[in-house]
C-alpha cells in the first residue's frame, strides 16, 4: 500500500506541485476579496452602530418633559384620566406604550413616527416630513411595533445623515431605498 502511494507521488508529484503553485494564487485573491467585502460591511455596521448609539444618548440627554400644570380642583372625580395630553406633553421623550404590539392602532403609530422625529421639518429635505397620509399608509401595512420601530428609526437615521452631508432626497421613494439599504447593513 505504501508503495503505491509513493509511486503515485513519483508519477504525479509534478503535475501536483504544478497545479497547486497556479491555483494557489487565484484561491488567495477570491478570498482576499470576500474577506474585503465582509469587512467593508462590518466596518458599515459598526459606523451604524455609533450613530444609533449617539443619537439614543442626544435623546437621553435631552431633558425630561415638563408635566402640565393641573389646577387644584376640590372634585377629584372631575379629572379624567382618560382626557387627551395637552400639546405641551405630547412632545415626550420616551418609547410611546404600544397596547397591541401586533397591531398598533393609527394614533400609536402617529406616536412612534413622532418618537422617531419623522414629523420634524428637516432643512436639507423638508419634504419628507411625514404627513397625515404617511401614518395612514404605515397604519394600513399592518406591521408590528418592532417592525415599524426598525422602519422609522432607518428612516430617522438616513435622514440625520443627509442633513449633516447636505445631500439631498428627491421623494419618499429614495428614503424608502436608502432606509432598506441600510437596514441590510444592520442585519
Known sequence: MVDKIIDVIK??????????????????????????????????????????????????????????Q????????????????????AAISRLPHIANSD?????EVRELARFYDLFNSWKVNPHLRFKEG???????QGFTEQELMHEFESRQTVLRRAEKSGEKIPSQGDL??????LQTLSR
Open 11 to 68: 508519477q504525479y508529484g509534478l503535475v501536483f506541485l504544478a497545479v497547486t503553485i497556479i491555483v494557489t494564487p487565484i484561491v488567495w485573491q477570491g478570498s482576499s476579496s470576500y474577506f474585503h467585502e465582509r469587512i467593508e460591511t462590518l466596518k458599515a455596521q459598526f459606523e451604524l452602530c455609533n450613530e444609533q448609539k449617539s443619537s439614543l444618548e442626544d435623546r437621553l440627554r435631552q431633558p425630561p418633559p415638563i408635566p402640565a
Open 176 to 181: 424608502s431605498y436608502k432606509a432598506e439599504q
Open 103 to 107: 397591531r398598533p392602532t393609527k394614533d
Open 134 to 140: 404617511d401614518i395612514s399608509y404605515w397604519t394600513e
Open 70 to 89: 393641573i389646577p387644584q380642583i376640590e372634585n377629584q372625580r372631575a379629572v379624567s384620566p382618560s382626557a387627551p395630553h395637552s400639546p405641551s406633553t
